[in-house]
């Protein structure tokens, strides 16, 4: 008969957990690390990518797009006529760069009296009135505008917003979170600020190209930016590695040396802009 | 914890040396559905916190086991059975917070050998 | 603002639950060795045939149940694993203690009867969705299983020769 008995047996042997501390200082680690990786792969993928997305789906965002930064315009007819004036310029100017035919230049004119101007997603141009109250010439308001159509001949603000949103996308995607287009909006509203110095660069020569094309000469191109340099010189003291855009003294000097030497005359702006004022 | 099965044996094997099965009564089952209610609920999750027995949750799932048993030993007594043998238990969720508990054997007749 | 006391809570729930969840785990596993050690005298088997020296002996079917929790930590770990694979160290160790406290409780039901083994020994696992209190859409709330085991009891024979089952 068989005998009956229970010798002990080695229990450790399910129990794999050692180290609990060190375990989780390295997964957390680990986690960080993934997290990083995953961000800049998918943030520079989606850069590298974007200007091969056709500008027909960019087209699509144009109005949802200029609702965004127009909202508190109003209907006034001066308002229309000075925006109708900037369209004719811009269409002019989208002539003079070859765009590519379904490549429309949307010019928005904001009720805002901070000099400033900026292209963004869909085709648009958003300008400053507080611009157009400080430029003498034509010629400096077709440099603002040959500038920002470069960027959008360029694709910039779907570079620079494309990086942002797929990371945006991914995160709500992977925490649940439904509230994607909040996410969304809030890339779209920080494209204006977001071009590199590269960019930048290209823009303006693309733009001083389009003023030799058109006036024959760039004289009067720098107007805005001297303004800007004289109204904020604590700008020029911002070490130009630090500023996404080149300072505006480097860029006056850098539009500058293309200037012919015998001044001609300058193009006065568009009668349509004199009831802004 | 013991089941009380008043009168009734039970187990969980089929095979009792020194016994015979004189008849065979079929299956017969108890189960029943509890919920936590929210104060062991919250302890709970405290509990938790710190890891271990979560000891409200224990109790609970032992009372409705027990309940369980109780039913099932009902089942065999109205058959005129005195064992329940085989006696298998199951726990299924039903919905977060609840849970159904399932106690099943077969009823016999069960009489000690010389 | 809100993010950073949010984080702050998280943090605190983390040493808690190491500290609290270290010390609760080592003194569970203190405690189970001395019980295991005095309760080695019932034997348990998973063999459906009680041996012929039981012949007309008592038995009864016996259970032990223990539902384990894994603390703020150590379910940390656990989440970050999801990740990345691999062994989940601390759910093994919160089922092995489960298991073999429910084995012991087994144990402990089966010596008030005054048996000294343990037939047909079952083992059973089973996750339980207890939600907590405001649950989130995807949570899945406590990490938690219960842990059972049962078997049917038998009493040595009164006349016990050097053959029957005995511990060591």
Known sequence: MSRYSNPPVPHEVNVSEKTPLRDFLRLALGTCLLTVAVVMVVFFATRLFAPKIPFRYEAALNEAVARQFTHNNAASACQKASEAALQTLADELARTMALPPEMRVHVHLRQDAEPNAFATLGGNVMLNRGLLTHIQSENALAMVLAHEIAHIQHRDPIVSIGGGVAVAVLFSALMGNSDGGALVGWAIGLTQMSFSREQESAADEAALAALQKRYGYTNGADEFFTYITQKHPEISRIPAFLSTHPTPPERVKRIQSGFAPALPDLTPLPAAFTCLS | ?114 | MGEIIALGIAVILLIVGFVFGSIGQSQHYRSIKIREFRLRRILLFNEKMPPAQYAGQEFTLVCGSVIMGCDYFRQMIAGLKGLFGGRLGSFEAMLDRGRREAILRMKEDAERMGANAIFNVRLETSTLSFSQQGNRKGDKGLACAELMAYGTAWRAPADADANHPQGR
């Open chain 2, 1 to 114: 914890m013991g089941y009380d099965a008043s009168g009734i044996k039970l187990s969980n094997i089929e095979y009792f040396p020194g016994y015979a099965i004189t008849q065979h009564l079929g299956l017969v089952q108890g189960s029943t559905v509890r919920a936590k209610h929210v104060g062991r609920d919250f302890m709970a999750s405290l509990k938790n916190i710190v890891g271990g027995e979560l000891k409200g949750y224990t109790e609970l799932l032992d009372e409705s086991r027990q309940e369980a048993v109780d039913r099932m030993v009902a089942q065999a007594r109205a058959v005129g059975a005195n064992a329940v043998i085989n006696v298998r238990f199951s726990t299924a969720n039903i919905a977060a917070g609840a849970a159904e508990l399932l106690a099943y054997g077969t009823a016999v007749v069960l009489e000690k050998r010389g």
